[in-house]
């Protein structure tokens, strides 16, 4: 089984400002999963932010390209998503995902990734 615990969301930011979020790997995970960070916005479906593709390449979706970065620690059990630039249109519930034997194709797929956190509220005001 593999566990994923997301943090760092929570509380209120302000339009500009920055955040990093935390994604707790535990479990049967690999140098060679890949893990995503989506969203959820209110009333609206989930959507990918970015990922690090069998633990080498990482991805971006456009709107987030050139703010936000994600990338993994050294002993490959935490995933981060630093986010800069903050919009209101950031707003939403943020999850972290896993799959091990996920596909490029799939990268941004949200029904195809097996593992999921509970997800954490990135707030921006502005």
């Known amino acids: 089984q593999v566990q994923l615990v997301e943090s760092g969301g929570g509380g209120l930011v302000q339009a500009g400002g920055s955040l990093r979020l935390s994604c707790a790997l535990s479990g049967r995970t690999s140098s060679t999963s890949t893990v995503a960070w989506f969203r959820q916005p209110p009333g609206k479906e989930r959507e990918f932010v970015a990922a690090?593709?069998?633990?080498?390449?990482?991805y971006h979706a456009d709107s987030v390209k050139g703010r936000f970065t994600i990338s993994r620690d050294n002993a490959k059990t935490t995933v981060f998503l630093q986010m800069n630039s903050l919009k209101p249109e950031d707003t939403a519930l943020y999850f972290c995902?896993?799959?091990?034997?996920?596909?490029?194709?799939?990268?941004?797929?949200?029904?195809?990734?097996?593992?999921w956190g509970q997800g954490t509220q990135v707030t921006v005001s502005s």
């Open positions: 995902a896993l799959d091990n034997r996920l596909i490029l194709s799939s990268l941004r797929v949200a029904a195809d990734y097996d593992y």
């Open positions: 690090i593709f069998r633990g080498g390449r990482s």
